[in-house]
């Protein structure tokens, strides 16, 4: 048999895992039904409901490359390379962007884009 992993544990609801099933216990069986209705209507991949016996709710892991983990940095979140924030009283709309190295004596220097430009006229 395959471990048990507490995934997230309260007084209202408990979710567990056994290998590739996670099963929902809710003392509200309300809030389930909600949660069955949103994962039909959802237009994207959810997972796979495979039974359910109030309280219980069994669904499958959705298969894939998990997006991070609780207490870990998300893989989905990283940044190639420090993040630049421009300067303090600069320019911080969607139409700017890093000057030209050594603008301003610096390489972090930032220019406003004009609406021409920066819609590509």
């Avoid at 809710?26 to 309280?55: F, G, N, S, Y």
């Avoid at 990283?78 to 969607?94: A, E, I, L, Q, Y």
């Amino acid at each position: 048999m395959d471990e048990v992993q507490v995934v997230v544990a309260h007084s209202e609801r408990a979710t567990l895992r056994v290998g590739d099933v996670f099963l929902k216990v809710d003392a509200d069986q309300a809030r389930i039904d909600v949660e069955v209705e949103a994962m039909a209507l959802a237009p994207v991949p959810t997972p796979k409901i495979l039974w359910r016996k109030p309280p219980v709710l069994a669904i499958a892991a959705v298969p894939g490359k998990a997006l991070g983990r609780l207490g870990e940095p998300s893989a989905a979140s990283r940044r190639r390379g420090p993040r630049r924030v421009p300067p303090s009283g600069s320019c911080t709309t969607r139409r700017c962007r890093p000057g030209p190295a050594g603008a301003a004596g610096d390489s972090t220097s930032w220019r406003r884009i004009s609406t021409a430009s920066a819609s590509g006229s």
